[in-house]
């Protein structure tokens, strides 16, 4: 819905050339109007002018991007590169903008409303991820710091101070460059403060240094993903050395811990993560996926002293002792997001799984069972569990042994679903060969009947259709979901595991020569 209002802004806008002229004469309050009907349309160079002479206090993407009164779509998840790089380059040019139309007010810009998603509905189909952002902006502070050297001491430039808020993402091809901006920050009128902070593909010392220039006091979510080699070990040296007391969302990478292997004073350490953990009060989200836990879930979140609103222990082989401590404890009655796959639930701890469901039912948003070994046997007591969560918005459910029958019957669970939305569903197991075993392999996956897959993914859609609810989404996507920074950053992450890799063999290569 437009207001009349926001078509006119359009009617504007869709003429670059005149828009650019007549930008001097429009009133201050209509700047935010014109951004987002020029973000719509794709006019970068209007975008770009409209940021150079932005005359308000703050700039926020998220607001000017979300839904308003004049223009109620929410195209926060544009991340179209045309108009981020406009509207980024506008805000060096706004810095070294001397004869700006307005008196410069500016003092806070805000990039973290931005939502990275698959499907872009701009008309590029180009998109700046967090990680281009990261280094564009850092890039284009670097070079606001050469161009003020070359103008030497330039009031007009150097008094000029804003805070611009982001989500930095950085990997080894980054680093330097991130790091040198993050160095100079004082120096520069473009501050960036880091809400979020992103690394993969970094050794250990880098990444332990550049932490700390992030401003780790102000941090509010980190994720130390996939090649990052952090250990129990060195995440205690990481609490020990760096506070983090705004911190409300840690991610840690595969086999942090590994219980397997722990020792006495592996134990020692184990307790004392779980004490600085709990020194984090305000931490509500915690993914602890592919690290080893057999027993010791409790030791770790027990401390904390606020209750978790997303858990994410996917693949962690709890036991029967952690699924009891999961039901009971505090965190399950305030759970939205819990990720529990991996773990033979159905089968092994039905009960406590119909406990942890309950008591997660009022809360509970997403739902993710993936590799649970949910089979047709499962259905009346996943019934059961599901038809409690009335607020669930998303299940996903990949890679379990479900035919068509139980699919059907789980759908038409999902239609008195009030507000669920989304549905990632497996591939039914009578689509397989007969011998096909799960979990399946990866060269199994796509080893399937896709014809009938077709077939029964009509009949599956007609159930929401006959029930009204065409709203509620459903997708196989066979190699899981859509992950924006993985995609961005893939090539840098297959690089560094082959690295990896010839690593390994050499050290095996080293070790039988000298036992020869």
């Excluded at 858990?311 to 990720?339: K, T, W």
């Excluded at 068509?404 to 939305?421: G, N």
Aim: glycine share 2%.
């Amino acid at each position: 819905m437009k207001t009349l209002k926001f078509i006119s802004a359009e009617s504007l806008v869709s003429n670059a050339v005149i828009a650019r002229r007549n930008l001097p004469s429009i009133t201050h309050n209509l700047y935010p109007l014109l951004f987002k009907a020029s973000y719509l349309l794709e006019q970068g160079e209007i975008i770009h002018d409209l940021v150079e002479n932005w005359p308000l206090e703050d700039l926020n993407l998220g607001k000017l991007l979300g839904s308003t009164l004049d223009h109620q779509e929410d195209i926060c998840h544009w991340t179209c590169r045309v108009n981020l790089e406009a509207c980024l380059t506008g805000l060096r040019d706004y810095v070294l903008n001397c004869s700006a139309t307005y008196t410069k007010r500016l003092k806070v810009v805000n990039l973290t409303g931005i939502k990275d998603v698959e499907v872009q509905l701009c008309k590029c189909k180009k998109t700046l991820g967090r990680w281009e952002r990261t280094k564009l902006l850092s890039q284009l502070c670097w070079d606001l710091l050469v161009e003020m050297q070359k103008q030497q001491f330039n009031p007009a430039i150097s008094d000029i101070t804003i805070d611009v808020l982001v989500n930095l993402f950085v990997t080894e091809r980054s680093y330097d460059l991130v790091v040198q901006v993050l160095l100079m920050r004082c120096h520069s009128p473009l501050k960036i403060r880091c809400m979020a902070f992103r690394a993969d593909s970094l050794a250990l010392r880098k990444f332990f240094y550049i932490i700390k220039l992030t401003e780790p006091a102000c941090l509010r979510k980190l994720e130390v993903v996939h090649n990052i080699r952090l250990q129990m070990e060195h995440l205690e040296v990481l609490l020990n050395n760096v506070n983090f007391p705004q911190l409300t969302s840690l991610t840690l990478p595969a086999r942090t811990f590994n219980v397997d292997r722990f020792t006495s004073e592996d134990e020692v350490v184990f307790t004392r993560i779980g004490e600085k953990l709990s020194n984090m009060t305000h931490l509500t989200q915690l993914s602890l996926a592919f690290s080893i836990l057999s027993g010791k879930i409790r030791k770790l979140l027990s401390p904390l002293k606020t209750p978790l609103k997303a858990l994410d222990v996917a693949n962690c082989s709890l036991n029967h002792v952690d699924m009891i401590y999961l039901a009971n404890s505090l965190h399950s009655e305030h759970l939205e997001v819990l990720d529990l796959s991996g773990h033979n639930m159905a089968e092994l701890y039905p009960s406590t799984f119909l406990k942890i469901l309950g008591r997660a039912s009022r809360t509970l948003r997403i739902l993710v069972l993936e590799e649970c070994n949910l089979s047709d046997t499962h259905v009346n007591m996943m019934t059961l569990g599901l038809m409690s969560c009335q607020q669930l918005e998303e299940f996903k459910f990949l890679g379990n042994p479900l035919s068509s029958r139980a699919l059907k019957c789980l759908f038409s669970v999902f239609t008195d679903l009030p507000v669920l939305k989304y549905i990632e569903f497996p591939v039914p197991k009578d689509c397989y060969p007969l011998d096909i075993t799960y979990p399946l392999e990866e060269t199994s996956l796509s080893n399937f009947d896709h014809e009938k897959y077709e077939e029964i993914r009509e009949e599956l859609n007609l159930i929401l259709l006959h029930a009204n609810r065409e709203d509620i989404i459903a997708s196989t996507p066979l190699y899981g979901c859509y992950d924006p920074d993985i995609q961005e950053t893939g090539n840098e992450l297959g690089a560094v595991l082959v690295r990896s890799f010839k690593e390994v063999i050499d050290n095996l290569l080293t070790t039988l020569q000298n036992i020869h």
